[in-house]
């Protein structure tokens, strides 16, 4: 089990990747973000979120989002 500075270490981490993905003009959906805080907790590891992301994109998930 993390200890609570690591996790809040880990929350900092993925705050600073969603606001630089708003930085460039991107926006995080819900679920990512979801996972995201699953992994701050140590629930998830980096490497789940990235292939959840992959399998969403391929099933077209993020293209209604991009024509709107």
Do not use: H, W, Y
Not at 20 to 44: F, H, P, S, W, Y
Not at 53 to 63: M, Y
């Amino acid at each position: 089990m993390l200890e609570e500075r690591e996790i809040e270490e880990r929350r900092q981490a993925v705050a600073n990747a969603i606001t630089t993905q708003r930085l460039e003009g991107l926006e995080v959906d819900a679920q990512t973000c979801a996972e995201l805080e699953r992994v701050a907790r140590g629930e998830l590891e980096p490497a789940d979120v990235i292939e959840s992301v992959r399998r969403r994109i391929a099933a077209g998930e993020f293209r209604e989002s991009i024509a709107k």
